[in-house]
């Protein structure tokens, strides 16, 4: 059986009804593209009642294979306004899953905010009222709900930034250990569950069964081949030691490390904050005193396991997980080069409820106002604060770094369509720059990271940019709707008709390899389609204006690809094999 | 001769150059809008050097028609995005006309912002460092200039908004005795001046040669037949002696007036701060001690005037011209009904520098999120002085009305096109909403204001209000380029050849009444080109979502023209007389 729960907030009634046959064609972020293109009026404010929250569970969410069971959570989103799908881990997905719900669609606003949880059982859901929570920091309304419900259970929550609808708000979420906080930072998602008075979301699966794959065997040897592939491919193991993190010595190495609020492609302190330091303190203040440790999953029976616990020299936990992208906008992008800071402030991020990414680059932006100092983490760390607070400068912050911009007077404003750039410094990396100008999900590095391609394609020249970041762009549409990881991806190169088997042994479906495909562009298109009709026109699919004038040291570059070249993205022809 | 000055605000430079021949058919907005569309590139930052701003007098300008001599302002809007045309009295206009400077075109950005002045001279013009005007308010600032470079200059400043390049941000001018602050308020154009690092310019038309009419004769004849007309015309003698704050009663009437962030056409306190109560009050304290008169004109020899000087109980003055539209934004909207307090607000923008209408709309948003109390007028007080300070909620209010609502969480936002509604809700005067729907200025009463269609045209009905619109928009755009009040329509009225008359007397042209209304429509097009090669799309030509859903009290009516019927605005047919 799958099933969709539709959630009125406005009436507080919760109500299941089937699938229908074109609904059971879509998971995840598809789920999340075709819906709100179909049902959702464009031109909607992303804060008030016509705009939906999606949180769905992709096509193999329901399966063992490794890394599936990572969720999509999206909607109008309030910074770009155009459709936001943000993909995390946790367990939440899989308990979904398991209980055949293919979606939960919030609708609709409350006469006021007074937060509510809602809780989803096998046999209903209901809205509960839960105003003691107003104001409860990410972490502890996390903690509350699985002592409230049971640590069986899925949760969801948004912080203080969310009931605030600031729009850089996220969704949290846990692994199954409640240890790890995982975060569907992007799009500020989490401004849009706050605006419907949601402050989190229980899925108990208890009583639930499991739908029967179609082809248990086909599905089974699949999925084993997948894990087989991933296991001898070599990146998978540096991926399990370092995590994320691992490349940030190679960023700063091709020159594009946000640092400086982008004004330099090096940091001067990148090996004090890299992969390999964060690993190396992690073993250190691990051990078995410690809470640190390294090699964990985000969705239980990954075989990569790329998540840690970073602890402090104290050996208690600072935050989990610790990423990259956190690591590269709270540290190099505001000149700090104190991982303990870094980690501290990307726990703060976490427990006022804002994405690192957006928080990190509005965090540099006011820097450079002079609002703080560059480098100054104290300040920084008082800055998040107040955002968790709601003063004035707190709530400018959690409103993302266009509006901090704005706001502060700024013109060098890391982000298009509204997002605050990844840390991928697109002057000196210009695939990635397609994607952040062209993409309807605005600066994501998960649409489509040209970082892998740097060594067959020349990062700094334009040739080959555009139709490489349409390739990267189709694969990780496809990636995001099955609710894998886009570190499976070596499995697919090595055996492109893999997804098609998944899908069938899962389904029962026919499908070869461009089926799988055309899934991949119709949600692209659909999101463009959406974006399109809400509002985001042609002159919105660029990098900021400083990227094209202002040169990137250490190889003083800037963006040129012209937006008449970048603009022809759509008509790239595929080949057969995009992974 | 007529000339043209560009000024880089990079390099220092100011130079003139000649009109070219195309140059010479525009005049003010049109000016405007003609330029932006050939010179300037839609997509680029409004605060950054690839924007400009324009000063430049209407058609007329250097006429002694009545009323001629307003000037307008213009640029990329860093409110809109797109082209915005603020229109102005004072004494700067005529000053730039008679020394034959057709426009004043401040490009690039300096690599800092400290204060600078453009002092421009019949033989040449030159920026001059004035780091002591940082901060200074702006009357204050006006002064200074006049004092240094005597009171036959024209002057025009921003205040410390505009310094800080928040969106809000005015730029000022007074009149010839310096009294009347006058303001081209709308679009945060102080902010694009800012931007350019100029804190203040001065018109020293001493050794101008003003221009000799093509024919005199004709241009007298048809000038003193304007007059004549406006002094025989009924409105002229109310707008005399009550000037614009005599429309209050009227919307309240009508249940348009702006009241508790648009939640009510009525304001209880409506008497209390009504064009007669102005208007009794001013009398009552002006006289031989006080300060206060009406009936003054903006540009010298008007033969309406319309302005006033308005004093407190003590009769010094609290600010000149206290208008209608500030009234409405600054009273009935934050539910203040106490005149003298609003005088203060009024006042109180003006020297930060920020547009009373985005200001005001800003206070009843912050109002509605609870930041103040609806009524709190020394609450209000203290948050326009914190946009002078520099607060971080200073700042978001002189951010305008859209980014506090964004900040502060309120979905309620009067807004279209990232520009605050004037004092006329659309959901019972539906023809003002077609115009702040649809004009590329965004929501802007003098854009095409239907308050006078409403005896005609049943302000709450659809019927009619499309082509309208259109027609009002087309002689707002007449109007501003040729550099003239909209209160002469009545002689345009009575004798729709005047336009040409005036413009073929001045110009030796053999314009009829048609090529004057080609020229609107040009203007119009060009405006709307420019803002939609900017990314202004479909979906924004729409009132804001509330005011189609919440019903306005007291006719309880909602705005109701589909985005589809009044995009059938362009197609409109114009009768021969549109005046």
Redesign the interface.
């Known amino acids: 059986m799958n099933r969709i729960l539709e959630v009125s907030t406005r009436s507080g009634t919760a109500q299941f009804r089937p699938c229908t046959e074109e609904e059971m064609r879509w998971g995840g972020r598809s789920f999340i593209a075709h819906h709100l293109q179909r049902e959702v009026e ?4 992303p ?2 009642p ?1 705009n939906r929250l999606i949180i769905a569970h992709g096509l193999l969410g329901d399966t063992k294979l490794t890394t599936a069971g990572r969720f999509s959570i999206g909607g109008k989103s ?1 910074l770009t306004g155009g459709v936001k799908e943000a993909n995390v881990g946790g367990s939440c997905g899989r308990r979904m899953a398991r209980l055949g719900i293919k979606a939960i669609i919030l609708k609709d ?1 409350p006469e006021n905010r007074t937060p509510r949880i809602l809780l989803v059982r096998n046999d209903g859901a209901e809205l509960i009222d839960a105003p003691d929570l107003a104001g409860k920091e990410t972490s502890a309304t996390l903690a509350y709900l699985r002592d409230r419900f049971g640590a069986k259970t899925g949760v969801l929550a948004i912080g203080p930034a969310g009931e ?4 850089a708000a996220l969704v949290a979420t846990t692994d199954d250990a409640g240890v790890q906080l995982r975060v569907a930072g992007r799009g500020g998602l989490g401004a849009i569950m706050g ?1 419907k008075g949601i402050k989190g979301i229980v899925v108990d699966e208890a009583g639930a069964v499991p739908p029967e794959p179609a082809d248990g065997e086909m599905l089974t040897r699949a999925s084993r081949e997948v894990a087989r592939i991933l296991r001898e491919d070599p990146k998978t193991e540096n991926r399990h030691n370092f995590g994320t993190p691992a490349v940030l010595s190679l960023c700063n190495a091709l020159g594009i490390l946000p640092t400086r609020n982008f004004s330099s492609g090096t940091f001067e302190h990148a090996d004090a904050i890299s992969g390999e330091m964060v690993a190396e303190l992690i073993d250190q203040r691990g051990g078995k005193e410690g809470e640190a440790k390294r090699g964990l999953p985000c969705v239980q029976g990954c075989v990569i396991a790329c998540s840690n616990i970073f602890a402090g020299p104290s050996g208690k936990t600072t935050v989990a997980s610790l990423q990259y992208e956190n690591i590269a906008l709270l540290g190099s992008n505001c000149d700090i080069g104190d991982i303990d800071a870094i980690a501290e402030l990307n726990d703060l991020c976490n427990q006022v409820g804002i994405d690192a990414i957006d928080g990190g680059a509005a965090i540099g932006v006011a820097m450079e106002a002079g609002i703080i100092e560059f480098g100054d983490a104290e300040g920084a760390k008082d800055l998040l604060r107040q955002v968790g607070q709601g ?3 707190g ?2 912050i959690g ?1 993302g770094v266009v ?1 901090t911009a ?4 700024v ?1 060098r404003v890391p982000a298009t369509k509204g997002q605050a750039m990844p840390a991928y410094d697109p002057r000196s990396l210009k695939g990635i720059g397609v994607t952040y100008a062209m993409s309807a999900m605005g600066a994501d590095h998960t649409a489509g990271n040209a970082l892998e391609t740097a060594k067959a394609i020349d990062p700094r020249g334009r040739e080959g940019q555009v139709p490489s970041s349409f390739k990267l762009q189709v694969r990780g549409a496809i990636l995001d709707s099955l609710g894998v990881c886009l570190f499976i991806r070596p499995a697919f190169v090595k055996d492109p008709s893999l997804a098609a088997q998944l899908l069938n042994g899962r389904y029962g479906w026919n499908w070869e390899y461009r089926d799988v495909q055309r899934m991949g562009i119709d949600c692209l298109t659909a999101e463009r389609e959406f974006g ?9 699919n ?1 990098v900021p ?2 990227m094209r ?1 202002e040169p990137l040291p250490p190889h003083n570059t800037v963006f040129d690809l012209s ?1 008449e070249e970048m603009s022809k993205i759509w008509d790239t022809v595929l080949p057969d094999d995009i992974f």
């Open positions: 464009p031109g909607c404010d804060l008030g016509r309030p606003t605030q609808t600031l729009t605006s003063t004035p400068l709530k400018v409103s509006t704005r706001v502060l007077g013109c399109e009709a809400a509002g985001i026109s042609e002159t919105d660029d204006e400083f004038s937006r």
